[in-house]
């Protein structure tokens, strides 16, 4: 799905972008310079996260019409949404990763 892999690549460059400015905030003061720098790219690997999950919500949609118009399951659907699952779970684990390692608010 070309959508999922613009998402997920976009999402990746901004990851690389974020684990650097993690890595420099770590052992910072939560409120410093460098931890704020890092939540504000914290909060765009969120929110591209979240672009994912329009995705799913979108697929999920499908499928509920065909099942409601009694329509068999569609296997490439199906494989799409797996799919799109499987990107959000490993967004999600990044982002708890990245938030992880720095000093609490």
């Not at 990746?12 to 704020?36: H, K, M, N, P, Y």
């Not at 118009?69 to 499987?86: F, G, H, K, N, W």
């Amino acid at each position: 799905m070309k959508i999922l892999e613009e998402r997920a690549a976009a999402f990746d460059a901004a990851g690389a972008r974020g684990e650097r400015l993690v890595a420099s905030a770590r052992g910072t003061a939560a409120g410093s310079e460098a931890w704020l720098n890092a939540q504000v790219a914290l909060a765009e690997l969120d929110a591209l996260r979240s672009s994912t999950s329009e995705i799913a919500l979108t697929l999920d949609d499908l499928a509920s019409e065909r099942a409601l118009s009694l329509a068999p399951e569609y296997q490439p659907l199906t494989t799409a949404a797996d799919r799109v699952r499987a990107a959000m779970k490993r967004q999600a684990e990044r982002i708890a990763t990245l938030q992880a390692r720095l000093a609490p608010a």
